[in-house]
């Protein structure tokens, strides 16, 4: 499985972005799809997860309400919709994709995206 992340970029504090993962590949074995960030000198952290075939979501408490995960299995590709960003949002982000339904950690992800860097002014 190849994964592609797009999107990121420099944004003002109260903001919007929209990240996309396309996926290519041997797909059929993708049963979920995450996105994480890792910002300098901290650790990957889980930002959202999202079943392929469910729907089923999970998100981070820091993102809950302003994020949001969402697929188009047509294209193969998984969005996050980051609305109301802070500067602690600032990291490079990171999709990856994993053959459990809905993980939650990073042990539990196959396949890894290049990242796309996203930094929030205030």
């Known amino acids: 499985v190849q994964l592609q992340a797009s999107g990121g970029g420099l944004v003002q504090a109260g903001g919007s972005l929209r990240l996309s993962c396309a996926a290519s590949?041997?797909?059929?074995?993708?049963?979920?799809v995450g996105w994480f960030r890792q910002a300098p000198g901290k650790e990957r952290d889980l930002v959202a997860v999202i079943n392929w075939n469910a729907g089923s979501t999970y998100y981070a408490d820091s993102v809950k309400g302003r994020f949001t995960i969402s697929r188009d299995n047509g294209l193969n590709t998984v969005y996050l919709q980051m609305n109301s960003l802070k500067p602690e949002d600032t990291a490079v982000y990171y999709c990856?994709?994993?053959?459990?339904?809905?993980?939650?950690?990073?042990?539990?992800?196959?396949?890894w995206g290049q990242g796309t860097q996203v930094t929030v002014s205030s």
């Open positions: 990856a994709s994993s053959k459990f339904s809905v993980p939650t950690r990073g042990s539990e992800y196959g396949y």
């Open positions: 590949g041997r797909t059929s074995y993708t049963y979920a």
